[in-house]
Structure formats: C-alpha cells, structure tokens
C-alpha cells in the first residue's frame, strides 16, 4: 500500500498539496522570528532571545512539510497534478473568481469606489453569478437579482460597520 495513503486514505496529490503549505508556512515562522528585534540593548542570554521558540517550531513545521512532500513524491503524487484531461472551460468558476478578485482589489486599493459600496458590488456580482443558472432554471431571475443586491448590500454596510466601528480598523 501506498506510504502516503497507509492509514488515513489520503492522496498523494492531497498530501503534495499539504505538504507544500505547511513547508511554508514553516519557513514563513521561521523567517518572521528570524526578523524580530533581539533587544541587544538588554544584553539578553541566547536562550531568551525573543522569537527562539517560533524559530525552533517555525523550523519542525517546515521539516515536517518537507517530509509529508517527499512521502507524496514518492506516492507518485506528481504524476496526478495536472489531471490528463483540463479543459479551461470546466474552470470557469476559478477563472472568474481570480479575476473579479483582482478587480475588486484594484478598485479598493485605489479607492475609486467607497469600500461600502465595493463590497457591496463585490458580492451580488458572485451571488448574480453563480446562482444564475439554477434561478434562470427554475425561473426565479428577479427574484434572485433583488436576493443578490440586498445581500450585497448588507454585507457592504455590515462589513464597513464592524471593521471601521467595532474593530477599529481604517478600511480605504
């Protein structure tokens, strides 16, 4: 039986996929303890040097990352990434999300719109979409258009009131 799947039927491209967060996830640990100011004003002692502990863990969680990916490797977990079929048009919903993301953050950042109002767009356009052929099927297309805008917009309104007045977090 295969290494990876021994105990708890996990893939391989499964456990290539984990393998590979938490390999980051690690070394991104690891390089942020790394990065932390020493204090050497204090003239501390190594052994209490802020960030020793997430340095070591950050490092175990990378070297356990870096195990798990090797055992998928070795499962044979490069020969099923890339499925022998791909055909762009089964990905739309990816496709879409990637870039209506990118759109949405472009629009923030640049603060061409309200957040509120963003947000708001932001949502009943993904709500619009992809409950857009089961409300076209069943007829229901209004009525799911007016259920994505009130969505939209009490998520836009609902967002800006927690961050801005509850968290206190200055949204662009």
Do not use: N
């Not at 690891?30 to 050497?40: A, E, K, Q």
């Not at 003239?43 to 798990?68: E, K, N, R």
């Amino acid at each position: 039986m295969d290494p990876v799947t021994e105990k708890d039927g996990t893939s391989p491209r499964a456990a290539l996929w984990g393998g590979i967060v938490w390999l980051v996830v690690g070394l991104a640990i690891f390089w942020g303890s790394w990065t932390i100011d020493r204090l050497p004003h204090f003239h501390i002692q190594f052994y209490t040097v802020p960030g020793l502990l997430p340095g070591i863990l950050g490092i175990a969680i990378a070297l356990m990352g870096a195990i798990l990916l090797g055992r998928a490797i070795r499962a044979g977990a490069l020969q099923s990434v890339v499925p022998p079929r791909f055909a762009a048009a089964d990905h739309w919903r990816l496709a879409f999300t990637l870039g209506w993301s990118v759109c949405y953050a472009a629009v923030v950042m640049a603060a061409l719109a309200p957040f509120w109002l963003a947000t708001a767009a932001y949502v009943a356009v993904f709500v619009i979409v992809f409950q857009y052929e089961e409300r076209r099927a069943s007829g229901k297309l209004p009525r799911g258009l007016v259920v994505a805008l009130a969505h939209g917009l009490l998520s836009g309104l609902i967002i800006q009131y927690v961050f801005e007045d509850l968290f206190l977090v200055r949204l662009p």
